[in-house]
């Protein structure tokens, strides 16, 4: 349930409530019967790791146009890497 601030702008009276999100913002003030106001601070989210990118929330067509590529140069390079291994196992067993 989150944390909300208040505070009087007759008295200055401030103070914390737990609300739920569906609960009406408070607008009297407990001491005094004046008007509340509600205090807003900065959110402390913290975001780590290496980051995040543009393409991260792409629509699923522009990621496989860009996964197509990637798929073709890896099949490309096992075929080069495999003639390579197999002259270097002939050649030590000469």
Do not use: I, W
């Given at each position: 349930?989150p944390?909300?601030?208040?505070?009087?702008?007759?008295?200055?009276?401030?103070?914390?409530e737990?609300q739920?999100?569906?609960?009406?913002?408070?607008?009297e003030?407990?001491s005094c019967?004046g008007?509340?106001?509600?205090?807003?601070?900065a959110?402390g989210v913290?975001?780590?790791?290496?980051g995040?990118?543009?393409?991260?929330?792409?629509?699923?067509s522009?990621?496989?146009d860009?996964?197509?590529p990637?798929?073709?140069?890896k099949?490309?390079?096992?075929?080069d890497?495999?003639?390579a291994?197999a002259?270097?196992?002939?050649?030590?067993?000469?």
């Amino acid at each position: 349930m989150p944390t909300y601030q208040y505070a009087c702008t007759e008295c200055g009276h401030a103070f914390e409530e737990f609300q739920s999100f569906h609960d009406d913002a408070l607008t009297e003030c407990p001491s005094c019967e004046g008007r509340l106001r509600k205090l807003f601070n900065a959110v402390g989210v913290v975001f780590k790791g290496s980051g995040f990118y543009r393409t991260d929330s792409r629509p699923s067509s522009s990621a496989s146009d860009t996964a197509a590529p990637k798929a073709e140069t890896k099949s490309e390079s096992k075929s080069d890497s495999k003639p390579a291994v197999a002259a270097s196992s002939t050649s030590s067993s000469d």
